[in-house]
């Protein structure tokens, strides 16, 4: 064994060697809000492994527990509710979005995913166009207001929309304002098929992860 040895020393005297130390931040546990049975407990899986999976690329755990919470939507919001509305160089939550949040997340968990009945609208409902899943986050929604609902996240029961959608939402929570143009970053702002696994598509770019990290104690 003592040429295995020699050998070993004569690699690390003429190469250089640097030990890269990244910690792994964890975040608070994701809550799961679904409001009406719209979604099963398989999606709910797969949408948090899929979270779970691309934020490991950032050295970021995402932990949850496995449960979820069941609501109704309450008897006074219209079927066709909006989330947001423009005001003062800021959005806003609608009094129907917010009413919402108060059934999903009444502990006010920090990260939260609420699913909700398809079709999702943001501004305005009118056909074709609903959305795939909307963050409330910090640098949006900037009226002290609304500060209490910071973190939540609504997602589509739709069963068309990618798995990643969640995963994306949360990237704006995290702050990572902007969409991109390359279909292989999860921060694509379109639809995207359903491919799971590390070393596949939905890629995160070093200066998304450093602004995701930077927003962790």
């Known amino acids: 064994m003592k040429w295995l040895v020699g050998f070993h020393r004569i690699l690390c005297h003429r190469r250089k060697y640097v030990e890269l130390t990244i910690r792994i ?5 994701v809550f799961v809000a679904v409001m009406n049975n719209c ?7 797969d949408d948090v492994q899929a979270i779970q999976e691309r934020f490991a690329q ?5 932990p949850w527990d496995g449960t979820i919470h069941h609501f109704t939507l ?3 919001i219209p079927t066709d509710w909006i989330m947001r509305y423009r005001e003062s160089g800021t959005w806003r939550l609608t009094d129907d979005a917010k009413a919402i949040l ?4 009444p502990s006010r968990y920090p990260f939260c995913l609420v699913y909700v009945p398809a079709p999702l609208y943001a501004t305005n ?8 899943g909307s963050a409330v986050a910090k640098y949006g929604f900037t009226n002290s207001v609304d500060a209490v609902y910071l973190g939540n996240m609504f997602i589509s029961s739709d069963s068309t929309i990618s798995v990643y959608v969640p995963a994306h939402e949360l990237c704006h929570i995290l702050g990572v304002s902007n969409h991109v143009f ?7 702002g379109n639809r995207v098929p359903n491919t799971k696994g590390v070393t596949g598509p939905k890629r995160l770019t070093s200066e998304q992860i450093k602004t995701m990290r930077e927003s962790l104690p």
Not at 39 to 45: A, G, K, M
């Open 25 to 29: 931040l964890t975040i608070a546990p």
């Open 39 to 45: 979604v099963d407990s398989q999606r709910v899986n």
């Open 58 to 62: 950032a050295n970021i755990k995402i």
């Open 74 to 76: 309450p008897s006074n």
């Open 102 to 105: 108060d059934e999903a997340n």
């Open 125 to 132: 409902n009118v056909p074709n166009n609903e959305i795939a």
């Open 182 to 188: 390359e279909p292989w970053n999860l921060m694509y």
